[in-house]
């Protein structure tokens, strides 16, 4: 089992910053990818950033330039610069190793006011 615990959401106005952090902890191995995901309601979850163990990064098209996606030991964070409305969401952290099952966080909402 895998737990991931994140932290860092809340309420900004468009064009500010907040920097979400996951921990991960339980059997955590190298080699696995983990990431940011979001989700508004009535809309399907959208992968937002991936990290694997071994930093290669992946970003949504539309935060490209925005967002940064980070990670030491079992942590990962995401820097989110220059926030949009459409950026507001509930993020969820989220954890693979190889084939095996996802694992989720609780969410965390970030809202950006216009």
């Known amino acids: 089992q895998v737990q991931l615990v994140e932290s860092g959401g809340g309420l900004v106005q468009t064009g500010g910053s907040l920097r979400l952090s996951c921990v991960a902890s339980?059997?955590?191995?190298?080699?696995?990818?983990m990431g940011w995901y979001r989700q508004t309601p009535g809309k399907q979850r959208e992968m937002v950033a991936t990290?694997?163990?071994?930093?290669s990064a992946n970003y949504l098209d539309s935060v490209k330039g925005r967002f940064t996606i980070s990670n030491a030991k079992n942590t990962i964070y995401l820097q989110m610069n220059n926030l949009k409305p459409d950026d507001t969401a509930i993020y969820f952290c989220?954890?693979?190793?190889?084939?095996?099952?996802?694992?989720w966080g609780q969410g965390t909402q970030v809202t950006v006011s216009s």
């Open positions: 989220h954890y693979r190793l190889g084939y095996g099952p996802d694992y």
């Open positions: 339980g059997r955590v191995f190298s080699g696995n990818i």
């Open positions: 990290i694997t163990s071994g930093g």
